[in-house]
């Protein structure tokens, strides 16, 4: 019982943070884009990037999508909902790369 609780505030969690990509969040992004400069042949990797809704973001033209994201369950949400990129379940501390 108390692991189906734990994995629908998971769930929920996580739909939560996909939905709240806030005004202030936009403009850090098109901020950053204008020092990040990608290119058609590059691979962008999101350390911890969650879904990867904001390594998206900056993912303009590029070759190929990796987040890297220590959570399985948050990595199973990204991959339905970003079939696209890559997602592999890790830890900073360890970069399988």
Known sequence: ????????YSTFVVKLQEGACT???????????EYVD??????LLGVSGNTGKITEAYARNCKEVVVLEPKHGIIEYGRSCRPHNKFIEGEVENIPY
Not at 38 to 43: A, L, N
């Open 1 to 8: 019982m108390m692991t189906n609780i734990r994995e629908s």
């Open 23 to 33: 005004n202030g969040s936009k403009k850090r992004i098109k901020k950053m884009l």
């Open 38 to 43: 990608i290119r058609p042949g590059d691979i």
